[in-house]
């Protein structure tokens, strides 16, 4: 069972068809290279856009958890 998302990883979701299709062109768009510059558009956000996401976290956790009342995270 996955973990619920964080906020930053909604935002990434979010952003990343927009930041693939802005930088897709370049050979060296990776995941990892997207992921990159999310964090920055992250850092840069407005604290009402990062708001909203830890709201969608939260609601993305309580789903989880009536979900799944019994996990627990267990690291490999």
Do not use: C
């Amino acid at each position: 069972i996955p973990r619920p998302s964080n906020s930053f990883i909604l935002y990434r979701s979010h952003q990343h068809s927009a930041i693939a299709s802005l930088y897709g062109h370049l050979p060296a768009m990776s995941n990892s290279a997207i992921s990159k510059i999310a964090s920055m558009m992250w850092q840069a956000e407005d604290p009402r856009v990062k708001a909203r996401f830890a709201a969608k976290a939260e609601q993305t956790k309580l789903e989880h958890l009536m979900r799944h009342p019994d996990y627990k995270f267990k690291p490999k």
